[in-house]
């Protein structure tokens, strides 16, 4: 397990102000579940504990049992294999070796990733836009946003919208660090929260330019080096879940994300087919809402189906992914990994689920510059 900064922000425990309900989230039950009920060893050890107590072969409860246990072996084999053959074998990963470059490293769920490596003494060039200028220039920059302490950390005024400023940054870090070899792109756009005939052409553009193609810039100036690099490298996409939901009034943000996932498969397929797949892993992290200033305002339509995700939660699933060697996708929270079935669902019953989650309505509700009514 990935070791969490003392400073970031942590799931907190039931207050005693409180009901105990209000906690319960279908994650935690799903989660609590996959460790018990739903796992092989829990199936095989009841099967065993029936046959120790002389429970004939042909008894209806051996009988039943066996059968649980046996498909509990079969989706957990399933799983491994279909693991196995989409992403290759893992990549070997020595963290002594290892050069991580984090976009969006200032706050957030990029700071923690960079704080969580740098705690470890793993090489970290943070790449952000936001912080005051030093006098000797723009190293270190975010010392007073928590990296201040890490040895191992660098941080970089960057706009990865630029791409000149990326090639010229990327020379830098390869100078004093070394070749990257882990790429994460967390750096996003604020939310403008405003209805397409209200929002300004320049907005729209700024977000596409940081969420979108400076992520482009990124892979573009960094894959040659993971490339060429004995020990490969990986890449992370950091994108959302609104790719796929596309709610009113997140216009260009639900584009910047449904791009990026796009995107992000295609460098996938692109080095499956130039045959880097098993060198070059790639993880694709859609996500639903965190608590992070960027959707600080927006409640979530429920608590128990979707819960608002604490950053540190999202930033230990991320670097124990990277620490594995495999590539694959994260979804988060429960919710997250079947809202990809929701575009196969007829017509009505996706106008039917908009309704009643009121997503249409949330960002307008949570942001002064939202003008949609009902």
Known sequence: MPTTPKNSRQPQPPSSHSKWHTHLTLDLLLKTMNYTILHPWFGWMFVLTLRAQMTPYTSTYFITSAMYATILTLLFVGRVINQGVAYGKPREVDLGEEVVVITGGASGLGLLIAQIYGIRGVSVAVLDVKGPETKDGDEDILASDGLSG?????????????????EDVLRRVDKDLGTPTVLINCAAA?????PILSLPAESFQRTIQINLLGVFNTCQVILPGMLSADNGGTVVTVSSVLGHLTPACLSDYSASKAG??????????????????NKVKTILV??????????????????????????VQVAQEIVSAIDSGRGGVIRLPTFAAV???????????????RYLSGIDFA????????????
């Open 260 to 277: 990026l996932s796009a995107l992000h498969r295609t460098l996938e397929a692109e080095l499956r087919a130039s045959g880097h797949s």
């Open 150 to 166: 890490l040895e191992s950390v660098e941080c970089y005024r960057c706009d990865v919208g630029n791409k000149e400023e990326v």
């Open 190 to 194: 604020s939310i403008n929260g405003q």
């Open 339 to 353: 809202v990809s079935w929701y575009a196969v669902l007829p017509a009505a019953l996706q106008r039917i689920a």
């Open 286 to 311: 859609e996500t639903g809402q965190m608590s992070t200033p960027l959707f600080e305002k927006i409640k979530t339509p429920s608590n128990f189906f979707a819960p608002v995700l604490e950053p």
């Open 363 to 374: 960002v307008a509700k949570a942001t002064p510059q939202g003008s949609i009514s009902e």
